[in-house]
């Protein structure tokens, strides 16, 4: 039976993905984390999807090596389909028990093929290769491996650290070359900005006129971040609004069909499935479909494919009356306008609305209590620039009345700066679960994890200005709903160029 809209197997979690389309499908490799103790070697395990809805755990996909091999942990690389028609994938070999020059554990690229379409895998052990002569060897991992036409050479990228200057800052990402993708040479860095601790699971593609570098980083932030160039040789250059998310998806890489380019990463879990336990890693896979504007910057949303499965939509009753053609006026003050209709555990929620010149903050609360006070809230704040994650109430501290999280003015790093000028704008929101995942204006992605609170009812808020309502709708699908216009080969109008 195949999962929908997010997967995660049977008592595991979804790691580091390794995406591959052909043939108009997704096979999508991951890293299989158990979280069992004593921890076992780390496999790739695959799961696919023609639809980008409905997702078919293959299990098993390319096993660990012994306790006593250098691949213990089979960790993240990518898959390239080589001129001889094989394909090859290159990975992060690992063991806790061998260690570097550095005394931690060793990391090294390792090599193999396949002949039969990626389903069975010959590992060479001889093209195995450790971090270049100034770079850690603790740190020499997720090889990203790709054709350059221009140059007529395969170019690799690698995640990587010099072994001098601020610790902090010796992330790299390394480059090697190759002919025939079993001797490569190290050259010159692909990307050296001197900023963070790793660059962790990079990739470059080419998307009409730019060329994208993707990576993840876990220095400023824990998140998954771009540039853009005209060349490969850079100059790379950060756009205003850099990231795809916020903290909790993280490790995101991207594959291409028929002109579309979709981003596949994982929703991180928290300790003990609490909204207070800290973030972990591995988690839920999510996927987030780019678009490309005029100037090249990228936009982050559903693909319409999720969209569309979600056909039912949810008869809502309003405390207040009807929502929709309504102004929700707050002036100096708060304002809510609540369903009296409980929300499924899974919905697709659409929230179209104008916001008023110097509004403070609005937004849509998720399974709130029937005054409202004890919600979660997808907050917009105009004035600030920024979409946030909230929840009330907060983390008590302590005994006095004062001793409360209200201090901390949203959950911290669940922070998006986003365009909120006066005017139209929409909100959309998928829930499922503990799953939880906003968009806004089809631009900008907000993913977190929902637990405490299980239910609750749908409501909109304004403070300290007002918001005119033109709609908000709640749907629902089954498993089994259709996914019309999902075919390969189809290309929705979402997917094109959309405005700066």
Same mark, same amino acid.
């Given at each position: 039976m195949p999962q929908h809209i997010f997967f995660q197997p049977e008592g595991a979690w979804v790691g580091d993905v390794i995406p591959f389309a052909e043939n108009g499908e997704f096979r999508l490799f991951y890293l299989h984390e158990q979280r069992a103790c004593p921890k076992p070697g780390t496999p790739w395990h695959l799961v696919s999807t023609k639809d980008l809805v409905a997702f078919e755990d293959e299990g098993l996909a390319f096993d660990h090596g012994s306790a006593d091999d250098v691949d213990y942990n089979v960790y993240t690389g990518s898959i390239v389909r080589?001129?001889? *028609?094989?394909?090859?994938?290159?990975?992060t070999g690992q063991n806790p028990n061998r260690l570097g020059i550095d005394g931690l554990p060793l990391q090294v690229v390792m090599h193999a093929t +396949? =002949?039969?379409? $990626?389903? %069975?895998w010959v590992r060479h052990p001889e093209h195995t290769f450790g971090a270049a002569e100034g770079y850690e +060897? $603790?740190?020499?991992? /997720?090889?990203? &491996?790709?054709w350059d036409a221009q140059a007529e050479l395969w170019r690799m990228l690698i995640a990587a650290r010099h072994v001098e200057g601020p610790s902090r800052r010796r992330g790299v990402i390394a480059q090697c070359v190759s002919t025939d993708l079993a001797r490569w040479t190290s050259v010159e860095p692909f990307w050296d900005p001197r900023r963070y601790i790793a660059h962790e699971c990079p990739e &470059?593609?080419?998307w009409g006129d730019w060329w994208y570098l993707v990576y993840s980083e876990f220095s400023d932030s824990f998140v998954t971040r771009y540039r853009m160039s005209k060349t490969l040789d850079g100059p790379w250059i950060a756009p205003a609004h850099d990231s795809l998310d916020g903290r909790a998806f993280y490790a995101a890489k991207s594959a291409e069909r028929d002109g579309r380019r979709f981003f596949f990463g994982w929703i991180a879990s928290r300790v003990d499935g609490h909204d207070d336990g800290a973030w972990q890693w591995a988690g839920t896979l999510a996927v987030t479909e780019a678009s490309q504007r005029p100037d090249? %910057? @990228?936009?982050? =949303?559903? $693909? =319409?494919? @999720?969209?569309?499965?979600? %056909?039912? %939509? &949810?008869?809502m009753e309003f405390v207040n009356g009807e929502i929709e053609n309504r102004t929700l006026d707050a002036g100096d003050g708060y304002l809510t306008a609540l369903s009296s209709t409980e929300i499924p555990s899974r919905f697709f929620a659409s929230f179209s609305f104008d916001i008023a010149a /110097?509004?403070?903050?609005? *937004? @849509? !609360? !998720?399974?709130? =209590? $029937?005054?409202? /006070?004890r919600a979660y809230a997808v907050r917009l704040e105009p004035?600030?620039?920024?979409?946030v994650f909230d929840r009330w109430p907060r983390k008590v501290t302590g005994e006095g009345q004062w001793e409360v999280s209200g201090d901390v003015p949203y959950v911290i790093e669940l922070e998006r700066a986003c365009d909120l000028q006066p005017g139209r704008h929409t909100l959309e929101v998928v829930v499922d679960g503990d799953l939880c995942v906003a968009n806004l204006d089809r631009s900008t992605m907000l993913s977190t994890r929902l637990y405490d609170h299980i239910d609750g009812t749908i409501g909109v808020f304004v403070g300290d200005g007002s918001i005119d309502v033109h709609e908000l709708t709640v749907s629902t699908a089954s498993d089994s709903s259709a996914v019309a216009d999902s075919a390969p080969g189809s290309v929705s109008s979402e997917s094109l160029l959309i405005p700066s």
């Open positions: 080589g001129r001889d *028609g094989e394909h090859h994938m290159f990975y +396949s =002949s039969d379409g $990626a389903e %069975t +060897s $603790a740190d020499w991992r /997720d090889p990203f &491996v790709f &470059v593609f080419q090249g %910057t @990228l936009a982050f =949303s559903f $693909a =319409s494919e @999720l969209r569309r499965h979600f %056909t039912e %939509t &949810v008869p /110097d509004t403070a903050e609005c *937004g @849509l !609360l !998720l399974r709130a =209590s $029937a005054d409202g /006070d004035r600030r620039g920024r979409m």
